[in-house]
């Protein structure tokens, strides 16, 4: 027995909303898309019956989802923001680490980080 799993998405046409089943996703690490039922990444050759019955889908007027939704974008970003807030901070620590060993006398007045 195989378990299909779709996602619908609302899609605006004219004056009506329009829910369409979405069974795959355009992938965000790999070349090819991902089948959502089982999220198997299936490669771009058509020699492949997987991506053949994506192309028919394509066909029908289906589109994928995108590599990343506007949450996803929005969560990544987030974790970017928050790590390069970490390494600004460890980088401010060591300065101030530094500059307090220099002043107790136990580091050079010469001594420098190093820089990057």
Known sequence: MVLIVYMAMSIRCGRRIVRRKVMYKISPTAYGVIRLAD??????????????????????????LPAYTPEELAEKQKAEDEAARERLIAEKMRELAVAELKREGKLPTDYRLNQK
Do not use: F, S, T, V
């Open 39 to 64: 999220m198997a990444c299936i490669p771009p050759d058509h020699a492949n019956r997987d991506y053949q019955e994506y192309l028919e889908w394509r066909a029908k007027g289906n589109e994928p």
